[in-house]
């Protein structure tokens, strides 16, 4: 057994700042913890900005939030957790991406953060202060890095490209009878 290096140390101290706040946030979608809409309000808000159905998409980022931030800070699963938070941070940035990247003017600049910091993690692996590393990485395959970023890059660029045309589609409705 090797004792934790200041890698491993940093890899804990990123995993519990990016997964923290995201369980916090995925929550507030899910049970309306922390002041949040909870899955009613979220399923409404999500259904105002083109994602259909409303309720499984309020699901959607509610789980790839939470679950993926608990992925993430505990070490478990980690190429899951970083390629869930990252699908689900591109679904909310493409909501913000008319008032511009930065965050002061509702951008999507902290989406981007989480998203980049999660898939690298990922990517970099948990460290040995995890339980990834504690149960032998079974979870956390170097094949499940690219597979698990795979099915959530195609899930978002689905749910994304059909918000899109649904957009388009309502400010141009000549153009989606044809």
């Known amino acids: 057994m090797r004792c934790a290096t200041r890698r ?3 890899l804990l101290v990123l995993r519990l700042g990016v997964g923290s706040p995201l369980i916090a946030h995925g929550t507030q979608k899910l049970f309306g913890w922390f002041g949040g809409p909870g899955i009613k309000g979220t399923s409404k808000f999500m259904e105002d900005h083109g994602y259909r159905p409303g309720t499984l998409s309020a699901v959607a980022a509610g789980v790839a939030e939470a679950g993926g931030g608990a992925l993430l800070g505990l070490g478990l ?3 899951a957790g970083g390629a869930a938070v990252s699908a689900g941070m591109a679904g909310a940035a493409a909501v913000l991406v008319p008032h511009g990247f930065f ?3 509702g951008g999507y600049e902290l989406n ?3 998203g980049v910091a999660a898939a690298g993690i990922a990517l970099t692996g948990p460290g040995t202060l995890s339980l990834d590393h504690a149960i032998g990485y079974r979870l956390a395959r170097p094949w ?3 597979a698990t970023f ?3 890059a195609a ?3 689905a749910a994304v490209g059909a918000r899109q045309v649904r957009l388009h589609n309502s400010q141009n409705p000549s153009e989606a009878d044809a």
């Open 77 to 79: 699963a980690t190429p």
């Open 103 to 105: 965050g002061y003017a």
């Open 150 to 152: 795979a099915v959530a």
């Open 155 to 157: 899930l978002a660029a």
């Open 144 to 146: 499940m890095v690219p």
């Open 8 to 10: 491993d140390l940093g």
């Open 112 to 114: 981007i953060i989480y």
